[in-house]
């Protein structure tokens, strides 16, 4: 091949791809001018809305690559390159590794659904899938749970996001639950009464609501009253033992009995 093919060649090349790269490079640049500018928008929006900081980056990095690669496939077409099938092997990688990471995916987008609608946040107590603990971290995959006794749960969020869920801190005031018992034959007005005033004394315990004191059953040993009183939430658990323990020490001071099971046996001669 001489010179002269050389370059009619070359310029046979430049006519008719020229323009093409041209226009190309062209719609690149302005798209991803474009781009930076629809990420700068979507941050934007996020913060306004409060989206959880942990989300935020996430979101922007994968609208960053969804649509560069939008963008890429569009060049690529605007130079006569089929992008048929490079779309179908794409498509079917796609599948394939979303069968694979099934579960993962799962976990992922329970993630961000808790992320976005937040039915609990970090520091909330909560009780999900057999578990309950103070809300540590939430992640894009998993929610890290501290117990009581200072256990780490980790939940995947796929199950949490689509299952039952108790979360112990939305309400400021939760509702104190006892079941008291008194020995048969107690003065069960007395026994209200003490109940009553132990209630009064103690100041966590809100006037409003007021307690309730009611006799709930007639048990095999007992009688049982059911206390409820109303509490703000942080307070729950040191109101409910505190009432045990005044109850125990009250009652004896009162005459009153604090039954427990017993059975009396009858001897016939």
């Known amino acids: ?5 050389v370059f009619n060649l070359a310029q046979t090349f430049v006519l008719e791809y020229g323009p093409k790269l041209i226009a190309a490079a062209a719609v690149w640049v302005i798209g991803i001018w474009v781009i930076k500018i629809l990420i700068s928008t979507l941050n934007k929006i996020m913060d306004k809305s409060k989206v959880d900081i942990s989300l935020k980056p996430f979101l922007s990095s994968l ?8 963008l890429g496939i569009t060049v690529l077409s605007m130079l006569s390159i089929e992008m048929t099938s490079f779309v179908a092997i794409l498509a079917a990688a796609g599948l394939a590794v979303g069968m694979a990471l099934s579960g993962t995916l799962q976990n992922f987008a329970g993630g961000v659904m808790i992320l976005i609608f937040k039915p609990f946040k970090v520091g909330d107590v909560i009780q999900a899938q057999g578990h309950t603990g103070c809300v540590n971290q ?11 006794d200072n256990k780490t749960i980790i939940l995947p969020n796929g199950g949490l996001s689509t299952g039952s869920m108790v979360n112990y801190s939305t309400e400021e005031t939760r509702r104190v639950d006892w079941t008291i018992g008194v020995g048969y034959g107690d003065d069960l007005d007395k026994a209200r009464a003490v109940i009553k005033q132990l209630c009064d004394a103690d100041q966590r315990i809100l006037k409003d609501p007021d307690v309730l004191i009611a006799v709930s059953a007639l048990a095999d040993s007992s009688v049982n009253f059911t206390v409820r009183a ?8 040191a109101v409910f033992f505190d009432m045990n323990e005044n109850v125990y020490k009250s009652f004896p001071k009162e005459g009153l009995n604090i039954p427990y099971p017993q059975m009396d046996v009858h001897i016939h001669k």
Do not use: C, G, H, R
């Open 1 to 5: 091949m001489d010179t002269a093919e």
């Open 63 to 70: 609208s960053a690559i969804l649509l560069k690669v939008m």
């Open 138 to 148: 939430i992640q894009i995959f998993n929610t890290i749970l501290k117990t009581p």
């Open 230 to 237: 109303w509490v703000k939430a942080p307070d729950y658990w």
